[in-house]
């Protein structure tokens, strides 16, 4: 940390208001934050597609081409980004601490930090309710019949059958953290077994929200009790390509998928193979290997899948709660104590 009695010049990058920016200036009286609304650009879509950063479909001013004129980035003690250039290292030697707008850095952290002393801290937990409800409501479509509703009302067709309940149902939980445990919260509610699948060793006894709490090594045999398997992984080397052709196959022929966690930690292939010849149910999914969904993808098609663009746990409340999280870790900056939401550079989350 820097001395308690100098100046922080923060660079605020990300789209945020007037008065966000208003309430950051008055947060600390060490706190010079330098920002606009909608944010000031440190990098432009030349460069991202330089770095093989994708940025299509993005609307962040990271990558307007009005650049940042007023050299702020290389004055820059803290930033606050969605997107960073893969040189910042270079372009910002005073850089001590970057705040990202996301819970996960791996699409986002391209540059290696080395041996800089730059601290790195997410938004971690402030998806976990409304992902949660997102995640509930894709298992209620497929239980409730929802697909086949909406087609017969397009069809004016009157036709009666039998929906499922989720009361007694198995929901297994790939990754147990924040959203994780918050999904497992409300699958509870529904009366649901919910079996978690973290990487640390099994505790003794259950936790709240998880009935059962195993490990990996549980993997796939546990896949098999799962009416829903639901994961939230990070991307980490661990787990990418972690839900491969063994994975889907041991899955019930009537499972539900839903991934909100990172698209790369699933086979895409093996995926559509597992949906088209009748492996799993159905699949809700949030991400994808590449995003946008590329026009030509199969996922498209298929009847039993249900597509989001990278928006479930979108909602208006969004930057209210990011904007939370990083006027709580100024303040922390500002006084020498710890921030909140600290990447561990190993682990990558």
């Not at 009847?303 to 409340?317: E, K």
Request: some cysteine; aromatic content about 6%.
């Amino acid at each position: 940390m820097a001395d308690r009695s100098n100046p922080i010049e923060v660079l605020v990058a990300a789209r945020v208001t007037k008065e966000q920016l208003e309430r950051m200036r008055a947060l600390h009286p060490r706190l010079v934050i330098h920002g606009e609304p909608g944010g000031i650009a440190i990098m432009t879509a030349d460069e991202a597609a330089q770095h093989n950063i994708n940025i299509t479909g993005l609307d962040y001013p990271e990558f307007r081409r009005d650049l940042d004129h007023q050299g702020l980035l290389a004055r820059a003690e803290v930033l606050f980004a969605t997107r960073i250039p893969p040189d910042v290292v270079r372009r910002a030697p005073r850089l001590r601490w970057i705040q990202f707008t996301s819970a996960g850095v791996d699409h986002l952290w391209h540059p290696s930090l080395g041996e800089a002393n730059i601290a790195v801290t997410t938004t971690r937990g402030i998806h976990a309710y409304p992902m949660a409800e997102f995640v509930m409501s894709c298992v209620l479509v497929f239980a409730k019949g929802i697909p086949r509703l909406l087609q017969q009302q397009r069809e004016r067709r009157w036709s009666k059958f039998l929906v499922e309940e989720l009361l007694g149902t198995t929901m297994v939980l790939l990754g147990v953290g924040e959203i994780g445990r918050s999904i497992a919260r409300l699958a509870k509610a529904f009366g649901i077994h919910t079996v978690g699948i973290g990487r640390r060793a099994a505790r003794e006894q259950a936790t709240p929200e998880f009935d059962e709490l195993l490990t990996a090594d549980a993997l796939p045999g546990v896949l098999a009790r799962g009416d829903s398997v639901v994961a939230s992984l990070p991307l980490t080397d661990r787990t990418r390509g972690l839900l491969n052709e063994c994975m889907f196959r041991a899955m019930k022929p009537s499972a539900v998928f839903v991934n909100v966690g990172r698209g790369q930690t699933v086979d895409e292939t093996a995926l559509v193979r597992a949906l088209r010849e009748g492996w799993i149910g159905a699949a809700a999914l949030d991400v994808f290997e590449q995003e946008p969904l590329p026009a030509e993808s199969p996922l498209w098609s298929l009847a039993n899948v249900l597509i989001s663009p990278h928006m479930g746990s979108d909602t208006a409340r969004y930057t209210e709660r990011m904007t939370e999280v990083l006027y709580d870790n100024l303040v922390r900056y500002a006084e020498g104590r710890p921030l909140r939401n600290v990447v561990d550079p190993t682990e990558g989350y």
